[in-house]
């Protein structure tokens, strides 16, 4: 069953890694902010629709948990849609998800007193070894100091939504419903921000492709994959294995964007498949 519940984790982070293409693939003249709020709004009626057709119970999350879990989720697609749009798919992909494991297992000591496993810490070294040879494969040169504290802001977002639903999770509620409610008021939260900028794009036909996608793969279908992961895998575990989102992101940035990859980001994708092989031995 574990097993399952890895292969769960690492699916979703598949799905997470087409996001930064998608959004590069959209139309131009969009905010960040725009996205990241119009990929919330139809991710949150899919899963809602979802739930519909689905056999739930009338459990609710607690809603400290709720407030804390939607409250990251919408400052996670705010902060990392604008990394990604400062620093470039890889990197700022590369970086939002590489900080997570670390920063959910602080996090999750802090709140819950969840003590990270061996297996974790070794992963996460070694996957985090995989980040760096990722992030340093086209050097430095055109690095963005506030693209990468965005990222940074991404990643600890992402982990105080990963280790609070968690928790809301042992309320006995079901995990699609339980994403349901947190979406929906994620969306409520970062509604204001769909306005930013120029609306019309969203309107166009690769604007309309480009949420469509982003709220059905990457939001609706991962994040049911992400939840059912959720249970009996400690947070930090979890932000581990969704590590392969990077890898993925980097991979459709060299196929469909065109990004080329030298040597150093083959042996970073190596090295990150090897720290989630490492950790679906635990």
Not at 63 to 91: D, E, H, N, R
Not at 93 to 112: D, K, M, R
Not at 175 to 195: E, G, H, V, W
Request: aromatic share 12%.
């Amino acid at each position: 069953m574990r097993r399952k519940r890895y292969g769960a984790l690492v699916l979703a982070g598949f799905f997470f890694g087409t996001t930064g293409t998608a959004q590069a693939l959209g139309p131009d003249g969009l905010s960040p902010l725009a996205v990241g709020s119009a990929r919330l709004i139809c991710g949150a009626l899919l899963l809602w629709a979802f739930t519909k057709f689905t056999p739930t119970n009338t459990i609710r999350m607690p809603l400290p948990q709720l407030w804390l879990a939607a409250i990251g989720f919408a400052m996670y697609q705010l902060t990392f849609f604008s990394a990604v749009k400062s620093t470039g798919v890889s990197i700022g992909t590369v970086t939002a998800l590489g900080s997570a494991p670390a920063l959910t297992g602080v996090i999750a000591w802090i709140l819950n007193r969840e003590k990270p496993s061996r297996h974790w810490f070794f992963a996460t070294v070694l996957t985090t070894v995989g980040i760096v040879f990722l992030s340093n494969a086209k050097g430095f040169s055109h690095f963005n100091v506030a693209g990468f504290a965005m990222a940074i802001g991404a990643g600890a977002s992402f982990s105080l939504f990963a280790v609070t639903s968690k928790q809301g999770l042992k309320s006995g509620i079901g995990t699609t419903q339980a994403m349901s409610q947190i979406f929906l008021l994620s969306a409520l939260l970062a509604s204001p921000f769909l306005f930013v900028g120029d609306f019309a794009p969203l309107l166009s036909t690769s604007g309309v492709s480009m949420i469509l996608w982003l709220g059905l793969v990457p939001t609706a279908l991962a994040y049911i994959a992400y939840g059912y992961g959720l249970h009996g895998v400690r947070a930090s575990t979890s932000s581990t294995l969704i590590l392969s989102e990077p890898a993925t992101a980097t991979l459709l940035a060299a196929l469909v964007l065109g990004e080329s990859l030298n040597v150093q980001s083959w042996v970073g994708i190596a090295i990150i498949i090897a720290g989630l092989a490492y950790l679906s031995r635990e």
